[in-house]
């Protein structure tokens, strides 16, 4: 891959007259290096991204029609963010690598990076917020439907994307703040932060420092705070005498579960064997683009699992739309 340090222009410092900043004018993202039939795995992200949209698609629509209870708005504002995530990255990164346009604008590069890690920290937190409603559920059942409320669901939705919309803002606005005077060819499939910052040639403990806070974050609050759920909810069927009504309890949370293990299994796999090895590149670059696709493409699937409400919704439109869910 070419060294790019001459698409590089100057910027002064609006607040500090006698500093500058060096900014590229574009990144180059550099994606496989020397992968034998790449094309074909950006062919497989098409069909991932086609029927992410249609799956997602349908459960929104379900929810919207007929599931109006609190739980499925946390449903559908995960199937929103899965939906939105795979737009933020799959067509651009067709665009990037199966019709070779690598090269990126520095605005449209911070803009990208800033989209996708949005809604993978929402999505995230979303499953703690469903954590919490599997325990209510099975912890207070009588008092489910006055805590479980949904103007509750809807503050802490709020709450949700307006706290992880400013994190963001500050971990990419921190990015603005370095000159880059070297290569700009990041090594990764999409803006990533991390590859990003690396390049600057200025000082960058500041940023240093908000990876440690977005990982701690993204990673391993929402994991703690799950587990722990699911200890309290352990004790309490643990004094459900009958063993049926035990296991009719823990079938509420398989979905939840399943959608856990599928989003942060491979999410900190990847991290953690990249903090402790020397994984090659391209490894890493194959699982952290899977683990950006995959979990938006099964959530909808881990939902259409038999449950009460779909089985009458699914009759209720098929009375309206001619189809069954």
């Not at 029609?65 to 067509?91: E, Q, R, W």
């Not at 090594?187 to 990876?211: E, Q």
């Not at 099964?298 to 449950?307: A, D, Q």
Request: charged content about 10%.
């Amino acid at each position: 891959m070419p060294d790019l340090s001459h698409l590089i222009l100057s910027k002064g410092n609006i607040m500090n007259p006698n500093a500058t900043f060096i900014r590229p004018a574009k990144f180059c993202l550099s994606g496989f290096s020397d992968v034998p039939h790449v094309k074909y795995f950006y062919v497989f992200l098409c069909f991932v991204y086609i029927m992410t949209v249609l799956g997602n698609g349908l459960l929104l629509s379900v929810i919207y029609l007929t599931l109006h209870t609190p739980k499925y708005m946390i449903v559908f504002n995960l199937a929103l963010i899965d939906l939105c995530g795979s737009t933020a990255l799959i067509p651009k990164l067709l665009d990037t690598f199966l019709f070779d346009n690598r090269y990126i604008a520095y605005e449209a590069c911070l803009s990208y990076m800033f989209f996708v890690w949005l809604f993978t920290f929402v999505q995230s937190w979303t499953l703690v917020i469903m954590a919490y409603d599997r325990f209510i559920a099975i912890c207070f059942p009588l008092r489910y439907h006055s805590i479980v409320t949904k103007p509750a669901i809807v503050v802490m939705l709020l709450f949700t994307w307006v706290f992880l919309l400013s994190l963001m803002a500050c971990a990419v606005g921190l990015l603005d703040r370095l000159t880059f005077c070297g290569s700009v060819v990041i090594k990764s499939f999409f803006c990533d932060h991390g590859p990003t910052y690396h390049l600057a040639c200025s000082d960058t403990s500041l940023n240093f420092i908000m990876t440690q806070v977005v990982m701690t974050v993204i990673m391993c609050i929402p994991p703690v705070l799950i587990v722990l759920t699911y200890i309290c909810i352990g004790k309490a069927l643990s004094r459900i005498a009958s063993r049926e009504e035990q296991l009719k309890a823990l079938k509420t949370c398989t979905s939840h579960l399943i959608l856990v293990t599928v989003f942060f299994l491979p999410l900190l796999g990847t991290n953690i064997a990249v903090q402790i090895s020397s994984l090659d590149p391209n490894v890493r670059i194959f699982n952290s683009t899977l683990t950006h696709t995959i979990p938006a493409l099964l959530n909808p699937i881990i939902y259409s699992l038999k449950t009460e409400e779909r089985s009458g919704s699914g009759r209720r439109i098929d009375s309206r739309c001619h189809f069954k869910f």
